[in-house]
């Protein structure tokens, strides 16, 4: 797991995680789900870079056929990007989604002194 925020994005039954690196890009992790349709307020680059990542094994379908899955690490250059390409919508991105940084956690214990 890279060491920059770490962002947990739930969208329609759709759970995502993304990661910012130090040089400000985003990783979307491996598994990741991806939905399968994209919106009218999508770009045609949405469609295309699903169907180029089914292409190349980088997207499988679900088991259940509900999305696609991640199967490896993918490059983004913005949190917004990724946010887009997993929701396929241009009016949600990843701001929508949560941090799931253990400093961020109050669930976690504080480590003592």
């Known amino acids: 797991m890279p ?5 947990e994005l739930s969208y329609r039954g ?3 995680r993304a990661a910012e ?4 890009t985003w990783l979307l ?3 990741s ?3 399968i ?3 009218a307020s999508a770009t045609s680059s949405a469609w295309f ?3 180029a990542w089914l292409y ?3 997207l499988e379908p679900a088991g259940d056929g509900s999305s696609y899955v991640v199967t490896r690490d993918l490059v983004f250059a913005s949190g917004r990007a990724v946010g887009h390409f997993v929701t396929g919508s241009k009016s949600v991105g990843l701001s929508a989604g949560r941090s799931i940084d253990d400093d961020d956690d109050p669930d976690l214990p504080v480590p003592a002194p």
């Open 3 to 7: 060491n920059g925020r770490t962002m």
């Open 14 to 16: 759709l759970n995502a």
């Open 21 to 24: 690196r130090n040089d400000g």
């Open 29 to 31: 992790l491996t598994a």
């Open 33 to 35: 789900k991806v939905r």
């Open 37 to 39: 349709d994209t919106a």
């Open 49 to 51: 870079q699903r169907a």
């Open 56 to 58: 190349s094994a980088l």
